[in-house]
DNA sequence: ATGGAGGTTCCCGTAGCTGGAAGGTCAAGG
DNA sequence: CCTTGACCTTCCAGCTACGGGAACCTCCAT
């Protein structure tokens, strides 16, 4: 099986799926030309990954997940913790942008957005108080 | 006043602040020894952009909100469109994360957490669904 | 004169890919 | 047999918004 015939089946972008056997996610043989044979294993972990990735997790998370995943004396309280702690980042993103939706959402609201300059937006933008550098992180 | 001094007062980091130079969001004088001479302006405009994207303004989005602000034609309407926007974008990502959080709370409470290899979250990564390829943001 | 606390530029690294260039390979059609 | 087009390969650049650190310069106080 070539990577585009990988790509269908896993449902990862054949990009990805050289960047993931790039950072040692998966390790597919060569034919004789030198395009990559994915085996049904392969093919397996990459929609593993694809799973995983969907959830959220990161790729160092991903990488431990299948090691788990392939040693059968691992302990579930293992794979819990990893879940667990993603859940925790999870949460704590969901309260800051909360936090975050609400102060912009009280400026949203103060603003008349009509044809005139005066906007308290920009007036608290301009003046309000300065916190420590510490940024959201980006949304996307 | 020299970068120092203009990080203090705007609560920005001296590497900010040389960042924020290059891509043209302040324009600070030189002094004759090359440091940089910020004047009050530019103090105002570093605490201005400290204050937008401390808000989760993007960057651009920050360019502009500098635009509106400078300019006294402007419309309230436009900032407020300007904002408005960013808060669907972070509505948006509340959702994302909500659904994200609701699945993966869901496999974490399915695992029983001891010291046998069985367990839920491997399952349904190994077996799930697959959908389309389409990742939730990273969470930093 | 000297030491240390500032300043300067420049380049690399972050996460997780995506897009594109330059080129090799394969199967089908003329 | 040759060509066309769809694959495949590698490599390099770029994305966000900076932070770390090197190598070097400048100022001020002792």
Redesign the pocket.
């Known amino acids: 099986m070539?990577?585009?015939?990988a790509a269908a089946a896993s449902g990862l972008?054949?990009?990805?799926i050289?960047?993931y056997e790039e950072i040692g996610l998966i390790r597919p043989k060569r034919d004789g030309?030198?395009?990559?044979a994915f085996a049904e294993d392969d093919v397996h972990r990459l929609a593993f990954l694809n799973r995983s990735?969907g959830l959220g997790f990161?790729?160092?998370d991903c990488r431990a997940l299948l090691g788990l995943y392939a040693d059968d004396t691992r302990a579930s309280e293992d794979v819990k913790r990893l879940a667990a702690d993603h859940l925790t980042r999870i949460d704590a993103r969901i309260s800051e942008l909360q936090a975050l939706r609400a102060t912009v959402a009280g400026l949203v609201d103060a603003c008349a957005g009509d044809g005139r300059p005066d906007c308290p937006i920009l007036e608290d933008l301009a003046t309000g108080p300065l916190c420590a550098?510490q940024?959201p992180k980006?949304l996307a």
Chains 1, 2 share one sequence.
């Open positions: 070539n990577i585009g015939e972008p054949a990009k990805t050289r960047y030309n030198g395009y990559r990735r990161s790729i160092e550098h940024r980006p």
